[in-house]
Protein backbone atom coordinates (compact mmCIF):
# COMPACT_ATOMS: atom_id res chain seq x y z
CA UNK A 1 0.00 0.00 0.00
CA UNK A 2 1.58 3.51 -0.75
CA UNK A 3 1.92 6.52 1.44
CA UNK A 4 -0.95 8.81 -0.46
CA UNK A 5 -3.29 5.68 -0.17
CA UNK A 6 -2.33 5.33 3.94
CA UNK A 7 -2.66 9.13 4.06
CA UNK A 8 -6.32 8.96 2.48
CA UNK A 9 -7.68 6.15 4.48
CA UNK A 10 -5.85 8.09 7.95
CA UNK A 11 -7.42 11.20 7.00
CA UNK A 12 -11.38 9.30 6.14
CA UNK A 13 -10.99 8.18 9.59
CA UNK A 14 -10.54 11.25 11.31
CA UNK A 15 -13.33 12.38 9.16
CA UNK A 16 -15.72 9.65 10.59
CA UNK A 17 -14.00 10.30 13.90
CA UNK A 18 -15.46 14.01 13.81
CA UNK A 19 -18.62 13.54 12.37
CA UNK A 20 -19.06 11.24 15.09
CA UNK A 21 -18.35 13.51 17.95
CA UNK A 22 -19.94 16.60 16.58
CA UNK A 23 -23.22 14.41 15.87
CA UNK A 24 -22.60 13.05 19.40
CA UNK A 25 -22.36 16.51 21.09
CA UNK A 26 -25.82 18.04 18.87
CA UNK A 27 -27.81 14.81 20.23
CA UNK A 28 -26.27 15.38 23.98
CA UNK A 29 -27.33 19.53 23.35
CA UNK A 30 -31.12 18.34 22.05
CA UNK A 31 -32.18 16.33 24.64
CA UNK A 32 -30.59 18.32 26.76
CA UNK A 33 -32.99 21.55 26.26
CA UNK A 34 -35.98 19.17 25.81
CA UNK A 35 -35.80 17.91 29.10
CA UNK A 36 -35.48 21.48 30.23
CA UNK A 37 -38.28 22.68 28.84
CA UNK A 38 -40.33 19.78 30.28
CA UNK A 39 -38.72 20.75 33.26
CA UNK A 40 -40.37 24.00 33.40
CA UNK A 41 -43.39 23.55 31.80
CA UNK A 42 -44.22 20.83 34.50
CA UNK A 43 -43.09 23.34 36.74
CA UNK A 44 -45.10 26.23 35.59
CA UNK A 45 -47.83 23.68 35.41
CA UNK A 46 -47.47 22.79 39.29
CA UNK A 47 -47.15 26.27 39.90
CA UNK A 48 -50.51 27.63 38.12
CA UNK A 49 -52.28 24.01 39.50
CA UNK A 50 -51.11 25.75 43.20
CA UNK A 51 -52.02 29.37 42.48
CA UNK A 52 -55.57 28.10 40.94
CA UNK A 53 -56.16 25.97 43.51
CA UNK A 54 -55.13 28.56 46.11
CA UNK A 55 -57.12 30.74 44.26
CA UNK A 56 -60.15 27.99 44.82
CA UNK A 57 -59.86 27.47 48.15
CA UNK A 58 -59.90 31.54 49.09
CA UNK A 59 -62.48 32.02 47.42
CA UNK A 60 -64.98 29.15 48.52
CA UNK A 61 -63.38 30.32 52.06
CA UNK A 62 -64.35 33.72 51.19
CA UNK A 63 -68.10 32.84 49.86
CA UNK A 64 -68.40 30.80 53.06
CA UNK A 65 -67.08 33.39 55.24
CA UNK A 66 -70.14 36.08 53.68
CA UNK A 67 -72.35 33.11 54.20
CA UNK A 68 -71.98 33.03 57.68
CA UNK A 69 -71.58 36.69 58.23
CA UNK A 70 -75.07 37.18 56.14
CA UNK A 71 -76.44 33.78 58.50
CA UNK A 72 -75.20 35.95 61.67
CA UNK A 73 -77.06 38.99 60.60
CA UNK A 74 -80.10 37.64 59.61
CA UNK A 75 -80.27 35.57 62.83
CA UNK A 76 -79.53 39.01 64.63
CA UNK A 77 -82.08 40.78 62.11
CA UNK A 78 -84.96 38.48 62.78
CA UNK A 79 -86.95 40.39 64.72
CA UNK A 80 -86.47 43.41 62.30
CA UNK A 81 -89.06 41.15 59.96
CA UNK A 82 -88.93 37.97 57.88
CA UNK A 83 -90.03 39.91 55.08
CA UNK A 84 -86.77 41.62 54.80
CA UNK A 85 -84.89 38.89 55.98
CA UNK A 86 -85.93 37.19 53.06
CA UNK A 87 -84.70 39.86 50.72
CA UNK A 88 -81.13 40.01 52.24
CA UNK A 89 -81.02 36.16 51.83
CA UNK A 90 -81.52 36.46 48.05
CA UNK A 91 -79.38 39.00 48.01
CA UNK A 92 -76.63 37.69 49.75
CA UNK A 93 -77.01 34.14 47.58
CA UNK A 94 -77.06 36.52 44.51
CA UNK A 95 -73.79 37.99 46.10
CA UNK A 96 -72.50 34.19 46.09
CA UNK A 97 -73.44 33.47 42.83
CA UNK A 98 -71.44 36.27 41.50
CA UNK A 99 -68.61 35.83 43.69
CA UNK A 100 -68.49 32.40 42.38
CA UNK A 101 -68.73 33.67 38.73
CA UNK A 102 -66.11 35.98 39.44
CA UNK A 103 -63.50 33.40 40.64
CA UNK A 104 -64.83 31.33 37.37
CA UNK A 105 -63.58 33.94 35.24
CA UNK A 106 -60.63 34.69 36.86
CA UNK A 107 -59.82 30.60 37.09
CA UNK A 108 -60.71 30.97 33.21
CA UNK A 109 -58.66 34.18 32.62
CA UNK A 110 -55.71 32.20 34.59
CA UNK A 111 -56.24 28.84 32.67
CA UNK A 112 -55.68 31.07 29.05
CA UNK A 113 -52.53 33.14 30.92
CA UNK A 114 -51.30 29.27 31.58
CA UNK A 115 -52.18 28.44 28.27
CA UNK A 116 -50.58 31.65 26.18
CA UNK A 117 -47.75 30.82 28.59
CA UNK A 118 -47.03 27.36 27.75
CA UNK A 119 -47.88 28.07 23.96
CA UNK A 120 -44.70 31.07 24.23
CA UNK A 121 -42.61 28.29 26.02
CA UNK A 122 -43.28 26.29 23.44
CA UNK A 123 -42.11 28.51 21.47
CA UNK A 124 -39.37 29.32 23.06
CA UNK A 125 -38.31 25.76 22.82
CA UNK A 126 -38.44 25.59 19.24
CA UNK A 127 -36.18 28.70 19.19
CA UNK A 128 -33.91 27.60 21.20
CA UNK A 129 -33.86 24.34 19.15
CA UNK A 130 -33.71 26.27 15.98
CA UNK A 131 -31.08 28.27 17.54
CA UNK A 132 -29.18 25.51 18.97
CA UNK A 133 -29.40 23.52 15.61
CA UNK A 134 -28.25 26.36 13.84
CA UNK A 135 -25.34 26.98 16.20
CA UNK A 136 -24.16 23.14 16.16
CA UNK A 137 -24.78 23.25 12.11
CA UNK A 138 -22.38 26.04 12.01
CA UNK A 139 -19.73 24.36 14.03
CA UNK A 140 -20.10 21.30 12.36
CA UNK A 141 -19.20 22.63 8.81
CA UNK A 142 -16.76 24.76 10.49
CA UNK A 143 -15.27 22.28 11.89
CA UNK A 144 -15.70 20.04 9.22
CA UNK A 145 -14.52 22.95 6.96
CA UNK A 146 -11.25 23.39 8.72
CA UNK A 147 -10.45 19.76 9.44
CA UNK A 148 -11.16 18.89 5.15
CA UNK A 149 -8.34 22.17 4.54
CA UNK A 150 -5.91 20.12 7.47
CA UNK A 151 -6.94 16.82 5.89
CA UNK A 152 -6.35 18.60 2.36
CA UNK A 153 -3.10 20.16 3.11
CA UNK A 154 -2.03 16.87 5.47
CA UNK A 155 -2.74 14.76 2.12
CA UNK A 156 -0.87 17.42 0.04
CA UNK A 157 1.83 17.43 2.30
CA UNK A 158 2.33 13.45 2.14
CA UNK A 159 1.96 13.53 -1.67
CA UNK A 160 4.98 16.12 -1.72
CA UNK A 161 6.98 13.71 1.21
CA UNK A 162 6.19 10.54 -1.19
CA UNK A 163 6.91 12.43 -4.26
CA UNK A 164 10.26 13.25 -2.90
CA UNK A 165 10.92 10.17 -1.92
CA UNK A 166 10.06 8.40 -4.69
CA UNK A 167 12.56 10.73 -6.38
CA UNK A 168 15.31 10.20 -3.92
CA UNK A 169 14.84 6.59 -4.74
CA UNK A 170 14.70 6.45 -8.20
CA UNK A 171 17.92 8.59 -8.10
CA UNK A 172 19.78 6.18 -5.29
CA UNK A 173 18.52 3.23 -7.47
CA UNK A 174 19.69 4.55 -10.37
CA UNK A 175 23.12 5.81 -9.02
CA UNK A 176 23.36 2.11 -7.65
CA UNK A 177 22.49 0.63 -10.75
CA UNK A 178 25.41 2.73 -12.91
CA UNK A 179 27.32 1.71 -10.05
CA UNK A 180 26.92 -2.29 -10.25
CA UNK A 181 27.00 -1.90 -14.02
CA UNK A 182 30.32 -0.10 -14.08
CA UNK A 183 31.55 -2.69 -11.81
CA UNK A 184 30.23 -5.54 -14.14
CA UNK A 185 31.65 -4.41 -16.84
CA UNK A 186 35.14 -3.98 -15.31
CA UNK A 187 34.67 -7.33 -14.37
CA UNK A 188 33.77 -8.60 -17.70
CA UNK A 189 36.34 -6.70 -19.25
CA UNK A 190 38.81 -7.65 -16.98
CA UNK A 191 37.70 -11.31 -17.05
CA UNK A 192 37.96 -11.36 -21.22
CA UNK A 193 41.22 -9.82 -20.43
CA UNK A 194 42.75 -12.18 -18.15
CA UNK A 195 41.27 -15.09 -20.85
CA UNK A 196 42.73 -13.36 -24.08
CA UNK A 197 46.31 -13.04 -22.18
CA UNK A 198 46.22 -16.81 -20.85
CA UNK A 199 45.09 -17.74 -24.49
CA UNK A 200 48.23 -15.61 -25.98
CA UNK A 201 50.74 -17.07 -23.85
CA UNK A 202 49.46 -20.32 -24.07
CA UNK A 203 49.68 -20.04 -27.83
CA UNK A 204 52.85 -18.42 -28.04
CA UNK A 205 54.87 -20.22 -25.55
CA UNK A 206 54.15 -23.58 -27.08
CA UNK A 207 54.42 -22.22 -30.72
CA UNK A 208 57.80 -20.37 -29.63
CA UNK A 209 60.89 -22.82 -30.80
CA UNK A 210 64.63 -23.26 -29.32
CA UNK A 211 66.02 -20.59 -31.81
CA UNK A 212 63.24 -18.51 -31.42
CA UNK A 213 64.21 -18.09 -27.24
CA UNK A 214 67.64 -17.50 -28.03
CA UNK A 215 66.69 -14.71 -30.17
CA UNK A 216 64.52 -13.08 -27.52
CA UNK A 217 66.83 -12.99 -25.00
CA UNK A 218 69.31 -11.79 -27.40
CA UNK A 219 66.75 -9.16 -28.10
CA UNK A 220 66.25 -8.66 -24.56
CA UNK A 221 69.61 -7.92 -23.89
CA UNK A 222 69.77 -5.44 -27.13
CA UNK A 223 66.83 -3.74 -25.14
CA UNK A 224 67.89 -3.35 -22.34
CA UNK A 225 71.43 -1.73 -23.92
CA UNK A 226 69.15 0.55 -25.49
CA UNK A 227 67.50 1.60 -22.26
CA UNK A 228 71.04 2.41 -20.31
CA UNK A 229 70.30 -0.57 -18.09
CA UNK A 230 73.66 -1.97 -18.37
CA UNK A 231 74.85 1.42 -17.59
CA UNK A 232 76.62 1.81 -13.86
CA UNK B 1 88.11 -8.49 -16.25
CA UNK B 2 92.01 -7.93 -16.93
CA UNK B 3 93.33 -11.22 -16.02
CA UNK B 4 96.48 -10.67 -12.96
CA UNK B 5 98.05 -13.89 -14.22
CA UNK B 6 98.81 -13.95 -18.15
CA UNK B 7 99.68 -17.16 -18.75
CA UNK B 8 96.18 -18.03 -17.55
CA UNK B 9 94.40 -15.89 -20.19
CA UNK B 10 93.03 -18.33 -21.77
CA UNK B 11 91.49 -20.33 -18.95
CA UNK B 12 89.53 -16.69 -18.35
CA UNK B 13 89.03 -16.17 -21.80
CA UNK B 14 86.90 -19.42 -22.02
CA UNK B 15 85.42 -18.41 -18.51
CA UNK B 16 81.58 -18.08 -19.82
CA UNK B 17 79.01 -18.67 -17.12
CA UNK B 18 79.13 -17.96 -12.55
CA UNK B 19 78.63 -22.29 -12.89
CA UNK B 20 82.34 -22.35 -14.57
CA UNK B 21 83.49 -19.86 -12.56
CA UNK B 22 82.40 -21.27 -9.29
CA UNK B 23 83.65 -24.91 -10.65
CA UNK B 24 87.33 -23.24 -11.19
CA UNK B 25 87.16 -21.95 -7.62
CA UNK B 26 86.36 -25.01 -6.42
CA UNK B 27 89.29 -26.79 -8.23
CA UNK B 28 91.27 -23.85 -7.04
CA UNK B 29 90.54 -24.78 -3.41
CA UNK B 30 91.64 -28.01 -3.92
CA UNK B 31 94.69 -27.42 -4.85
CA UNK B 32 95.20 -24.88 -2.23
CA UNK B 33 94.51 -27.20 0.06
CA UNK B 34 97.24 -29.65 -2.06
CA UNK B 35 99.89 -27.20 -1.61
CA UNK B 36 99.68 -28.10 2.13
CA UNK B 37 99.70 -31.49 2.21
CA UNK B 38 103.33 -33.69 1.52
CA UNK B 39 101.60 -36.44 -1.00
CA UNK B 40 101.13 -35.42 -4.95
CA UNK B 41 97.88 -34.02 -5.77
CA UNK B 42 95.70 -35.88 -8.64
CA UNK B 43 94.51 -32.65 -11.11
CA UNK B 44 93.52 -34.72 -13.29
CA UNK B 45 91.06 -36.37 -11.11
CA UNK B 46 90.25 -33.00 -9.49
CA UNK B 47 89.39 -31.71 -13.62
CA UNK B 48 88.08 -34.53 -14.95
CA UNK B 49 84.60 -33.93 -16.78
CA UNK B 50 84.89 -30.18 -16.25
CA UNK B 51 85.29 -27.34 -18.60
CA UNK B 52 89.04 -27.08 -17.32
CA UNK B 53 90.04 -30.65 -18.41
CA UNK B 54 92.24 -28.82 -21.48
CA UNK B 55 93.98 -26.64 -18.74
CA UNK B 56 95.74 -28.92 -16.99
CA UNK B 57 99.24 -28.43 -17.54
CA UNK B 58 98.52 -24.77 -16.64
CA UNK B 59 97.04 -25.70 -13.35
CA UNK B 60 99.73 -28.23 -12.46
CA UNK B 61 102.11 -25.62 -12.55
CA UNK B 62 99.79 -23.15 -10.64
CA UNK B 63 99.36 -25.71 -7.38
CA UNK B 64 102.32 -24.94 -6.38
CA UNK B 65 102.22 -21.61 -6.02
CA UNK B 66 99.92 -20.84 -3.67
CA UNK B 67 100.33 -16.72 -3.54
CA UNK B 68 98.64 -17.24 -7.11
CA UNK B 69 96.39 -19.38 -6.33
CA UNK B 70 95.10 -16.73 -3.82
CA UNK B 71 95.27 -13.80 -6.49
CA UNK B 72 93.35 -16.26 -9.26
CA UNK B 73 91.09 -17.00 -6.65
CA UNK B 74 90.04 -13.26 -5.36
CA UNK B 75 89.84 -12.25 -8.90
CA UNK B 76 87.55 -14.60 -10.17
CA UNK B 77 85.31 -13.82 -6.91
CA UNK B 78 85.51 -10.49 -7.90
CA UNK B 79 84.12 -10.92 -11.69
CA UNK B 80 80.50 -9.62 -12.68
CA UNK B 81 77.39 -11.40 -12.47
CA UNK B 82 74.80 -10.96 -15.14
CA UNK B 83 71.75 -13.07 -14.29
CA UNK B 84 69.14 -14.37 -16.76
CA UNK B 85 66.24 -15.70 -15.97
CA UNK B 86 64.98 -17.85 -19.28
CA UNK B 87 62.38 -20.03 -19.46
CA UNK B 88 64.46 -22.94 -21.73
CA UNK B 89 67.04 -24.86 -21.12
CA UNK B 90 70.29 -22.92 -23.33
CA UNK B 91 72.49 -25.23 -25.53
CA UNK B 92 76.08 -24.49 -25.42
CA UNK B 93 75.57 -22.63 -28.69
CA UNK B 94 73.41 -20.66 -26.83
CA UNK B 95 75.65 -19.98 -24.08
CA UNK B 96 78.41 -19.23 -26.13
CA UNK B 97 76.81 -16.69 -27.74
CA UNK B 98 74.72 -14.72 -25.31
CA UNK B 99 77.91 -14.84 -23.34
CA UNK B 100 79.84 -13.31 -26.32
CA UNK B 101 77.07 -10.51 -26.73
CA UNK B 102 77.45 -9.85 -22.77
CA UNK B 103 81.13 -9.47 -23.16
CA UNK B 104 81.16 -7.51 -26.13
CA UNK B 105 77.98 -4.75 -25.07
CA UNK B 106 78.51 -4.99 -20.96
CA UNK B 107 81.72 -6.14 -20.04
CA UNK B 108 84.90 -8.48 -20.59
CA UNK B 109 84.58 -9.58 -16.81
CA UNK B 110 81.16 -9.74 -16.36
CA UNK B 111 79.72 -13.97 -16.60
CA UNK B 112 76.39 -15.31 -16.90
CA UNK B 113 74.01 -17.28 -14.98
CA UNK B 114 71.33 -18.50 -16.26
CA UNK B 115 67.97 -19.75 -14.29
CA UNK B 116 64.86 -21.13 -15.07
CA UNK B 117 61.53 -18.81 -15.04
CA UNK B 118 58.61 -21.35 -16.57
CA UNK B 119 56.58 -18.69 -16.18
CA UNK B 120 58.17 -16.15 -18.32
CA UNK B 121 56.92 -17.78 -21.53
CA UNK B 122 59.82 -16.06 -23.83
CA UNK B 123 62.70 -13.26 -23.65
CA UNK B 124 64.59 -12.95 -20.18
CA UNK B 125 64.65 -11.26 -16.69
CA UNK B 126 67.73 -9.45 -16.50
CA UNK B 127 69.26 -9.02 -12.76
CA UNK B 128 72.93 -7.08 -12.76
CA UNK B 129 74.48 -5.12 -9.97
CA UNK B 130 71.01 -5.30 -7.70
CA UNK B 131 69.21 -4.04 -10.74
CA UNK B 132 66.35 -5.67 -11.99
CA UNK B 133 64.51 -5.55 -15.34
CA UNK B 134 62.07 -7.84 -17.48
CA UNK B 135 62.26 -7.88 -21.15
CA UNK B 136 60.29 -10.79 -21.38
CA UNK B 137 57.18 -11.77 -23.51
CA UNK B 138 54.83 -12.43 -20.80
CA UNK B 139 55.44 -8.23 -20.10
CA UNK B 140 55.07 -7.78 -23.78
CA UNK B 141 51.32 -9.48 -23.63
CA UNK B 142 50.75 -7.75 -20.72
CA UNK B 143 51.56 -4.00 -21.78
CA UNK B 144 49.92 -4.83 -24.95
CA UNK B 145 46.66 -6.19 -23.46
CA UNK B 146 46.86 -2.81 -20.83
CA UNK B 147 47.54 -0.78 -24.25
CA UNK B 148 44.98 -2.30 -26.25
CA UNK B 149 42.34 -3.62 -23.90
CA UNK B 150 40.00 -0.94 -25.18
CA UNK B 151 40.66 -1.63 -28.12
CA UNK B 152 40.57 -5.52 -27.97
CA UNK B 153 37.79 -5.21 -26.06
CA UNK B 154 35.78 -3.07 -28.49
CA UNK B 155 36.75 -5.48 -31.06
CA UNK B 156 35.19 -7.91 -29.30
CA UNK B 157 32.16 -6.37 -28.25
CA UNK B 158 31.48 -5.34 -32.03
Sequence with gaps: ?232 | MPPTIPKFNSIFAGLRTKDERDELLRIIAELKKSSFQSHAIDIEKIIKDTPFEKFATELKELSSDSAKLMSLSETLSALSILELDIVFQPTQEAVIKISEWIKKNVGTNVLVDFQHDQELIGGARIIFQGRSREFALLDAIDTLFKEKSEKVLKELKA
Design chain 1, 1 to 232: MSFTALGVLGVNVLLLIAFAYFSFTFLKKLLRSRDEVEIEKKEAEKVGQEILSKARSEGYGLVQQATKKASEIITQTEVIGKGVGQEIKTKLDAFATQGMQGLDHTAQEFMHSYGQMAEDAQKSYVKILESANEQVTSDVRNAISEFQKTAKDEISRYQSLTDQRVEEWHIKAQQEIETYKKAAFEKIDKSIYQVLSLVAKELIGKTLNLEDHQKLVVQALEDAKKEGFFKP
